[in-house]
């Protein structure tokens, strides 16, 4: 097959632009500092509030990740808490995707995860209308929202999660902040992750 390679003007002038590239590392710099920052900030939660975790859960463990390639979009997250087996996870995912959205989610897979269902349905009007949506796709790591990838988590909707959540031994639950709702201000940003954090805390506390 042959296929023409050569690069377009505007792609050669991105190419040349050395600006853009210290942008680009200047602003990846910012958002490791904001999310180490996030992670001390959600530190004094775990402490506050144990969570309803696997055998094996280590409430300390953390990982900072920087890629380049989510759906060719570079990204930076935080896990914390973490805790990843082949049959068990509970993790607490401050996502930020460029060019989409921040996103804050909770993942969680295994035998668990009827309590935790059992918990939201059981506390719902402490976690409905705080932001927070239903991922539907069966992957954990599908992170885009909107009609057919989430579903809000409201009053009224109840009856509709309860059957969407049926059945299914992960799932995942996310707030979803466009960046072109935001101007940068890591305060902010803490703020949010925290604040998500304790909205989904009835879902995994005893």
Same mark, same amino acid.
């Given at each position: 097959?042959?296929?023409?390679?050569?690069?377009?003007?505007?792609?050669?002038?991105?190419?040349?632009?050395?600006?853009?590239?210290?942008?680009?590392?200047?602003?990846?710099?910012?958002?490791?500092?904001?999310?180490?920052?996030?992670?001390?900030?959600?530190? !004094?939660?775990?402490? @506050?509030?144990?969570? &309803?975790?696997?055998?094996?859960?280590?409430?300390?463990? *953390?990982?900072?990740?920087?890629?380049?390639?989510?759906?060719?979009?570079?990204?930076?997250?935080?896990?914390? !808490?973490?805790?990843? @087996?082949?049959?068990?996870?509970?993790?607490?995912?401050?996502?930020? %995707? %460029?060019?989409?959205?921040?996103?804050?989610?909770?993942? *969680? =897979?295994?035998?668990?995860?009827?309590?935790?269902? &059992?918990?939201?349905?059981? $506390?719902?009007?402490?976690?409905?209308?705080?932001?927070?949506? *239903?991922?539907?796709?069966?992957?954990?790591? =599908?992170?885009?929202?909107?009609?057919?990838? @989430?579903?809000?988590?409201?009053?009224? $909707?109840?009856? =509709?999660?309860?059957?969407? &959540?049926? $059945?299914?031994?992960?799932?995942?639950?996310? $707030?979803? /902040?466009?960046?072109?709702?935001? =101007?940068?201000?890591?305060?902010?940003?803490?703020?949010?992750? *925290?604040?998500?954090?304790?909205?989904?805390? !009835? /879902?995994? @506390?005893?």
């Amino acid at each position: 097959m042959n296929i023409h390679n050569s690069l377009t003007a505007d792609e050669w002038h991105v190419f040349g632009d050395h600006d853009f590239f210290l942008k680009k590392s200047a602003i990846s710099a910012k958002l490791k500092l904001t999310l180490e920052k996030l992670h001390l900030a959600l530190q !004094p939660e775990l402490t @506050t509030h144990p969570l &309803l975790a696997p055998d094996g859960f280590d409430p300390e463990a *953390v990982q900072f990740v920087k890629g380049e390639h989510l759906e060719d979009c570079p990204y930076q997250y935080l896990d914390f !808490p973490r805790y990843y @087996t082949r049959r068990d996870k509970l993790a607490f995912r401050s996502l930020c %995707w %460029w060019g989409h959205h921040l996103v804050f989610a909770l993942i *969680v =897979e295994g035998p668990l995860v009827k309590n935790y269902r &059992l918990n939201l349905f059981n $506390r719902f009007a402490e976690v409905a209308d705080r932001q927070l949506s *239903v991922c539907l796709s069966s992957s954990l790591w =599908e992170w885009k929202a909107g009609p057919g990838f @989430t579903l809000d988590i409201t009053h009224t $909707r109840r009856s =509709e999660i309860a059957a969407t &959540l049926d $059945r299914r031994t992960a799932f995942k639950i996310a $707030r979803f /902040i466009p960046i072109h709702t935001l =101007e940068y201000d890591e305060g902010d940003i803490i703020h949010a992750g *925290v604040s998500t954090f304790q909205s989904i805390l !009835p /879902i995994i @506390t005893p």
